[in-house]
């Protein structure tokens, strides 16, 4: 028998692998903001979901998503007969990622109706982005199509016709992979991304009442999908935004034939590789007129804010695994006689991940709860929620970039291979700051938030509302007062758009951790909101040896809540 001489780890075991670890149970945090932003009822119904799906997460789903990654769905033209029928062959392993989040957990469906997962009635917003948020550390790829169907039954429950919404709105919400109609939304033009007033696919009037699409479109995720929203220029429209409306387009018609519009190629792509992107060409196909003629574009944004949303939730997820990854490695891997988390640089370069993962996550709650507000009515809420959405969107978007990246290094080679988790985080997380417009789009949109929804005003009530009157956090409330200054300043000045934007995101998720801190009793939540003004608002620089937020930071990343319990 032979014995190993005492010393650090060697060989295999010198690499930690977190494989088979409950990512919902290596965030206990995640389990005390579900009960803080949902009716107590339902936390505690979707709990043993949530463990389950944490479960998932990090052993069985993570294998799939790096499966399909690996083999990226293909495109058929013809069947081996030579019939001209297309059709996207899909690994397997999407096809499982599909039955557990369309299926299982009823991700698409679960804010449309009674049901899912034992629910009796719809769910909040916070439950499914919750949900998401644990699915998307393993698989960004599938969370497209799970948003846009959301999103595309959302916006057609809002503005279609009653008798389009009652043939299609079954299909959408089922958690039958067979009966199921994906969604998928096609804007994306060669001349034609973000000004969609340059749009050129044409839509021509039919007897019957639908409507006939000509032209391609540039970019379009999920093209197979069972149903489309297209935006179209109408044929004797007026010029500009206008004459560009909002249609639907199944992809087969009602009589059961497939409709006329034919998938060009598939996007051979940086990131997502799971999920087909394509380039699709209408060849006249049939699509039916949704809400007002000339309100396409604003019809259409209300999905495009939805999938916007979604965006931040999924790059709030990404981050919290890439720190996953980073703690894990980080308390088990020695070298040079120490822990790297015991290492001054290595404290420093993980509270640069955590800090904006924390932030992510409380504007994603934050966000949910006001889209909650806004559904129901209340006075202010959709102000709130036009402010919100882009600014989560645009900052963790961008963050999430960082922060993976980041990761990626606390691993060193290993992170680089592509056996690992890093490498597809990475890839996955620079989409987020492209698709549902680029940050210089996004960062403008905050504007037009405040200008044409008078966005401003209510974000500082709602910050100083979580404020109170500044009480542990009393730097928030000036800080408060330059971020909105600088927004109002933008106005007139565009270029110091994408500033106003993180300084506004940096003051309200300070101030929403720390109303989550005064509520739950934890006084490190409230150091995390004290560390963000601090590191990414004012000019101190809160890590610098001298500052006693480096000893509070060193608690920070031996917190055992941080450190997750070991691989199942």
Request: hydrophobic share 45%.
């Amino acid at each position: 028998m032979h014995l190993r001489p005492p010393g650090p780890p060697a060989g295999a075991e010198a690499i930690p692998d977190s494989h088979g670890l409950n990512l919902f149970r290596a965030d206990p945090m995640l389990g005390r903001l579900a009960s803080l932003y949902l009716p107590a009822d339902l936390a505690a119904h979707l709990a043993p979901r949530l463990d389950r799906l944490g479960g998932l997460a990090g052993g069985a789903l993570d294998a799939l998503a790096m499966a399909a990654d690996r083999n990226p769905p293909v495109l058929r033209h013809r069947t081996r007969r030579g019939e001209d029928a297309q059709s996207i062959d899909y690994h397997p392993a999407y096809r499982e990622m599909e039955r557990l989040a369309f299926g299982e957990f009823g991700l698409a469906a679960l804010s449309h109706r009674g049901g899912v997962l034992g629910w009796q009635a719809p769910m909040p917003p916070a439950a499914k982005y919750l949900l998401t948020y644990l699915f998307v550390q393993a698989e960004f790829g599938l969370c497209c199509p799970v948003s846009m169907t959301d999103s595309l039954t959302r916006t057609l429950r809002k503005f279609g016709d009653p008798a389009l919404v009652a043939r299609y709105l079954p299909a959408l919400t089922s958690q039958d992979l067979d009966t199921l109609h994906q969604g998928a939304m096609f804007m994306t033009e060669q001349g034609a991304g973000s000004d969609i007033a340059a749009t050129v696919v044409r839509a021509a009037p039919r007897e019957d009442g639908s409507w006939a699409l000509s032209g391609d479109k540039w970019f379009c995720s999920n093209p197979d999908a069972g149903l489309a929203m297209v935006l179209a220029r109408r044929e004797g429209g007026p010029p500009g935004l206008k004459g560009v409306s909002l249609f639907l387009l199944p992809r087969d018609l009602p009589d059961g034939t497939p409709n006329h519009h034919r998938i060009v190629r598939l996007k051979d792509k940086l990131g997502t590789r799971s999920m087909a992107s394509g380039e699709v060409s209408m060849n006249g196909a049939i699509a039916w007129l949704v809400g007002e003629p000339e309100a396409g574009f604003r019809q259409m944004a209300d999905m495009v804010n939805n999938s916007r949303l979604s965006n931040g939730v999924r790059a709030a997820g990404m981050m919290r695994r890439a720190v996953t990854e980073a703690l894990f490695i980080a308390h088990r891997r020695v070298a040079f006689g120490q822990r790297l988390v015991e290492m001054p640089l290595m404290q420093r370069q993980l509270a640069k991940m955590l800090l904006p993962m924390e932030q992510a996550r409380s504007m994603v709650f934050q966000a949910a709860e006001a889209l909650r507000r806004a559904d129901a009515g209340e006075e202010g809420a959709y102000a709130l929620l036009r402010i919100l959405t882009p600014l989560l969107k645009f900052r963790a978007c961008r963050d999430a970039r960082k922060v993976t990246g980041d990761a990626m290094e606390v691993r060193g080679g290993c992170g680089y291979i592509e056996e690992w988790s890093d490498a597809r985080l990475l890839r996955d997380a620079h989409l987020g700051s492209i698709w549902e417009g680029t940050s210089n789009i996004v960062a403008l949109d905050v504007l037009r938030a405040a200008a044409r929804e008078g966005s401003l005003p209510v974000l500082r009530a709602h910050v100083q509302g979580l404020l109170g009157n500044g009480g542990s956090l009393p730097e928030a409330l000036p800080a408060l007062d330059r971020a909105l200054a600088l927004a109002e300043a933008a106005q007139s000045d565009p270029a110091l758009a994408r500033q106003a934007a993180s300084a506004l995101y940096h003051v309200t998720s300070a101030a929403s951790l720390a109303w989550e801190a005064a509520r739950l009793g934890e006084p490190s939540r409230q150091e995390i909101a004290r560390l963000v003004l601090r590191h990414r608002v004012l000019p101190r620089d809160p890590l610098d040896p001298a500052s006693p937020d480096a000893a509070t930071l060193r608690g920070l990343l031996n917190d055992p809540g941080a450190t997750m319990g070991e691989t199942a």
